[in-house]
């Protein structure tokens, strides 16, 4: 016998799954306001009374016929895993279409509970369910509450013990599919559980004297509809009223015809503009404490007569860089994550979906592809795996290998340094325009994603687009403060473990490769060298291409990578001042147009390590990870070149002219 | 008074409606009925997309966006505006 009582949460997409799954484990797997957040499966332990318990949390599905991938996955963990206890979670908001699931997995298991969740959120908009009621029609256990607060909690978990425990025995309703009842009865007769015989059933009706297969597919389905309307017919009220919702009133500025655009605009120049502004000072404190530690350190080392060469290796290789990481990559983003997950708690994100669709449309995507962006600008590794929401596999694949072209989280502060550096300077009003710069930045991304993905869909993933059903989730507000919280902790945890599990080995690896020379050469300008005819066409350097290879593993090192390989043979540390940098980059012949093309070259190049794994995992096809790193590359490159080449050609036509 | 309005895709902000037949097939079929789109269900046209496609309905508590194309397989009885 298990020692533990394994229980597995199930439900439509979006009625807070992962909420409860929080709740009765106290980890913290990030949720959102958005169907389709959870794309992946997650097990949870918690003792409670005594026992053990396992949670799983699987993505939403509409229904155990599947049509995506991740919804797959979701059934394959009801119909194969054994758990003790599936829990079917329900919007209080909504109980009848939540109930579809419900009818299904009663169909293959007793032993169903069920949770009732957003009781808090339901009441306020005048809905009450009667759980009693719920509870006699469904002929299991039915627990309300709201398991952001927690409130339900426990007794869901006793519910699940009893039912274990065998104490409770639950027999769900099942619904009645009419005629077809005699064969399926036949066929429970032989062995199968109700649910593979309607499955068999549905499978090939010709089989079972339905020669109609369409008319008795849809009695299946529409008997299950009739069931689930039933059973919430008279258990929930709903107070009548005839003023639009305060949802509908949201929902008619945010997807206007005339103000939806102005506002996706403005929200991103706000958050970049509070990310810009909020990261300058944390920055700034954060380098001048570390140079200072760094001058103290290496006086004491001098001190404990350990040879130059270490002590230059640890400080300005290994130190310099990882502190480098800290101070100029950290604040930014420990800011603009918050913030994005606020959005995203809300219940925006689905609405720029909305929004756009019908330039993906036109491109042969999906609309949904904008959800896997708005993903990719915090990481676009978590944006490729998110690509499961997307049902058609064509347009799975077009918005997978487009999605690096959106800069991710960890590119944003380059992108942020180079602007203060080359075209804002630091007045008064930098913030603003630096914050207008990115939003410029994110526009010209998704120009280039989509028609990347028209190119796509009319060459290699040929194909028109499939059905689109997008859900529109309620606006919730976001418990800001929790949310902030726990964002920006885990945004500086994740920073500080890449600056040392990455940038560490990088800096040493490029003080080494700067310090160490074959024959006369250094070994570092033999390989800038080399790339160095290459860069120049593009309008950069080898140094920066270099970087840019370097920075393979993690998108944050590649300023400082490049600063590293630039003064390798002074030092870093006497500098008080993060934008000393400039110097540096003037001093090695940057101009406005290396500035521009390497901004293109950080948007438009290979994806980090880590996406291109996650990618590799997705699509399960080498050539496709290969043809996802190639693509943006050739694109990148191909800009740059044209940005110097034009560039070029008007400097000398200006110098003729004049 | 009663308009008659064949299919979902002409229905107009605010106009309520009854479902009456679906003429999408295989999976999309499936995902309509689970979504709600079973004959005789309430529906309200609530929004188009600032760019005119997909609309959102609201459709048996929740609201879903169907592009004019895949709306048009499914036919209704406009009842009333709201």
């Keep these: ?658 | 008074m009663t308009e008659k309005k064949d299919r979902l895709s002409q229905m107009a902000p605010g106009e309520k409606g009854r479902v009456s037949e679906l003429f999408a097939e295989g999976s999309f079929r499936r995902r309509l009925q689970d979504a709600g789109f079973c004959p005789g269900e309430e529906v309200v046209c609530l929004m188009r997309s600032p760019l005119g496609d997909p609309t959102a309905f609201s459709i048996r508590g929740c609201v879903i966006a169907l592009r004019n194309g895949d709306a048009s397989l499914v036919s209704v009885e406009a009842e009333y505006p709201r």
């Design chain 1, 1 to 658: 016998m298990k020692d533990y009582v394994a229980v597995t949460l199930a439900g439509v997409p979006n009625v807070g799954k992962s909420t409860v799954f929080n709740a009765l484990t106290g980890l913290r797997r990030h949720t959102g306001n958005w169907t389709g957040k959870t794309v992946d499966c997650a097990v949870g332990y918690f003792d409670r009374g005594g026992k053990h318990f396992s949670v799983s949390d699987i993505p939403g599905a509409y229904s155990l016929f599947t049509h995506s991938p991740e919804e797959d996955e979701a059934k394959r963990y009801i119909l194969e895993e054994n758990s003790d206890v599936t829990v079917v979670i329900c919007d209080a908001s909504s109980v009848e279409r939540c109930l579809v699931p419900f009818f299904q997995i009663g169909e293959a298991t007793d032993r169903v509970a069920v949770f009732v969740n957003l009781c808090d959120e339901a009441k306020k908009n005048g809905i009450s369910v009667d759980l009693r009621m719920l509870e006699d029609r469904l002929g299991v256990p039915v627990v309300g509450g709201s398991a952001r607060w927690g409130d339900g909690i426990d007794k869901l978990v006793s519910v699940c013990a009893d039912i274990a425990d065998g104490k409770i025995s639950p027999s769900p309703a099942k619904a009645d599919y009419g005629d077809a009842e005699n064969v399926i009865a036949r066929l429970i007769e032989t062995g199968m559980s109700r649910w593979e015989a309607v499955r068999s059933i549905c499978d090939a009706p010709e089989n079972f004297g339905y020669p109609d297969a369409k008319a008795l597919r849809d009695r299946v389905a529409e008997s299950t509809a009739a069931a689930c309307k039933a059973a919430a017919r008279g258990t929930v009220t709903r107070e009548k009223s005839d003023r639009p919702s305060r949802n509908e009133k949201i929902d008619r500025i945010l997807t206007g015809r005339l103000t939806a655009f102005p506002i996706m605009a403005l929200l991103l120049i706000g958050i970049f503009f509070l990310t810009v502004k909020g990261a300058n000072y944390p920055s700034e404190g954060l380098w001048t404490v570390f140079s200072f530690v760094l001058r103290h350190l290496k006086s004491a080392l001098e001190a404990a007569c350990l040879p130059p060469s270490l002590i230059s290796f640890l400080c300005d290789g290994v130190a310099g860089t990882t502190g480098w990481i800290v101070s100029v990559m950290l604040p930014p983003m420990a800011i603009f994550f918050p913030l994005f997950t606020v959005a995203e708690d809300l219940g925006y994100l689905p609405r720029v979906a909305f929004d756009l669709d019908r330039c993906f449309k036109g491109c042969g995507g999906c609309g949904k592809q904008a959800l896997c962006m708005c993903m990719g600008l915090g990481c676009n590794a978590v944006g490729v795996s998110g690509c499961r929401i997307i049902d058609s596999k064509r347009e799975r694949l077009i918005a997978t290998v487009t999605n690096s072209f959106i800069p991710c989280n960890g590119r944003f502060p380059t992108v942020l340094t180079l602007c203060a550096l080359f075209f804002t300077g630091s007045g008064r009003s930098s913030g603003l325009v630096s914050a207008a710069v990115l939003t410029l930045a994110v526009i010209l991304s998704v120009t280039v994603t989509l028609l990347t993905s028209l190119v796509l869909s009319k060459t290699v993933l040929k194909g028109r687009p499939s059905f689109f059903t997008l859900e529109l989730p309620p606006y919730r507000t976001p418990n800001i403060i929790e949310t902030v919280k726990r964002s920006v902790l885990d945004r500086t945890l994740f920073v500080l473990a890449r600056a040392v599990s990455v940038a560490a080995p990088a800096g040493a690896v490029i003080w080494l490769l700067s310090n160490i020379s074959i024959g006369d050469t250094v070994i570092l300008s033999a390989i800038t060298d080399l790339f160095d005819p290459v860069g120049r066409i593009m309008g950069l350097d080898g140094v920066i291409l270099t970087a840019f290879l370097l920075s393979l593993p993690a998108n944050e090192i590649t300023l400082p990578v490049m600063i590293m390989a630039y003064t390798a043979s002074g030092t870093l540390s006497d500098q008080s001042d993060v934008l000393f940098i400039g110097e540096v980059m003037r001093q090695n012949g940057w101009n406005t147009l290396t500035a521009v093309c390497t901004l293109i070259f950080t948007l438009f190049h290979w994806p980090c390590s880590t996406t291109l794994l996650t990618i590799k995992k997705e699509t399960g096809s080498i050539p496709v990870t290969v043809f996802s790193a190639l693509l943006p590359t050739a694109i990148g490159a191909g800009l740059c070149a044209a940005v110097t080449a034009i560039s070029e050609l008007a400097s000398q036509v200006l110098h003729r002219i004049f």
